[in-house]
C-alpha cells in the first residue's frame, strides 16, 4: 500500500483503515513505518521486510498468509515494488493464489512530473541509473534514441557525475530536479542539463532527489548534428586562433557546447584515454 513520501497527511482514509485491520505489517523500515503508526495511533506487529532479508521472510509471511493472516505491505515511502522492495513476495503470492490487492497512494515519481513542466503524456520510469560509471553511462547510452520524458531517481552524492554524464550523452536537454518532494524542504529546479549540473556546482542538492529529463528539443537536435567537431579539437583551435591559454579555451568549447566545466574535463580525459588506446 502507499505510504506517504514526506508529508504525513498523504494518506487514504483506506489505507489508514487496512493499517488498523492488518494483522501484521511487513515493512521496509520498522523504526520508519512507527512513526506513521504513532502518528495516527495505530498499533499493529511490525515486521521488517528488506531487500536484505526478502529471500527468507517472503517465504514466511507466505505460510502467514495461507493460514489466514492479513498482512500488510509497505516500504518507507510511496508503493511498495517501485525501485523498494516486495515484487518477490507479490510473485509468490500470485503463484499461491493468494490474492494481491493494491492500495494506491502517494508517488514522488508521478508527483514530480505533475509540477515539472515537462511532457507528461508519455513517460518512461528507470529507477535509479547504475552506481558504477561505466554502468551509468552504458544505461544512458540506450536512453539515447528516446523521445518521452525520462523520470529517475538518484542519490545526492551522485548527481553531479549523473547530470554531466546525461547531459555529454542525450545533450542539452531540458530537465528539472525535484528535490524533498512533499517535505517542508520542497524545491524544483527547472531548466536544461547544463544549467542543472551549473546550479549544482553552486549548490549541492541534498535529500531524496527525482530527476526527470524531457523530450530532446529539435532546435538543439540539429544543432548537435551539426557538431561534428571533438571537444578537444575545438580546444585546441581556440588556442591556436583566439590565442586563450588552455583553461579559457576549455571553458569557452564547454559553453558553446551547453557542458558544466567538469563534464567537458571528464569528456576530455575520455577523449585522450580512448585516443592512446588505439593501435598505431
Known sequence: MGTPIGNLEDITLRALRILREADQIAAEDTRHTQKLLNHYEISR???????????????????ALEQGAKI????????????????????LCL????????VPGPSALLASLSASGLPNEEFLFVGFLPARSGERRRALERLRIEDRT???????HRLEESIADALEILGDRPACLAREVTK???EFRRGKLSALGTSLEERPAR????????????????????????????????????????????KLAAKERGLTRRAAYDQLLRQKDSEQGKPN
Open 184 to 186: 517542508l524542504h520542497e
Open 45 to 63: 506487529p511490525l515486521v521488517s521486510y528488506h531487500e536484505h532479508n526478502e529471500m527468507t521472510r517472503a517465504p514466511e509471511l507466505l505460510i
Open 150 to 156: 525520462i523520470i529517475l531517481y538518484e542519490a545526492p
Open 207 to 250: 535529500g531524496e532527489i527525482t530527476l526527470l529529463i524531457g523530450p530532446e528539443d529539435a532546435a538543439d537536435a540539429r544543432v548537435a548534428a551539426d557538431s561534428a567537431q571533438s571537444l578537444s579539437d575545438r580546444v585546441e583551435e581556440l588556442i591556436r586562433q583566439a590565442k586563450l591559454d588552455r583553461k579559457e579555451a576549455l
Open 95 to 102: 503463484r499461491h493464489q493468494i490474492p494481491v490487492v493494491p
Open 72 to 91: 500488510a505491505l509497505v516500504s518507507d515511502a510511496g508503493m511498495p515494488l517501485v525501485s523498494d522492495p516486495g515484487y518477490r513476495l507479490v510473485t
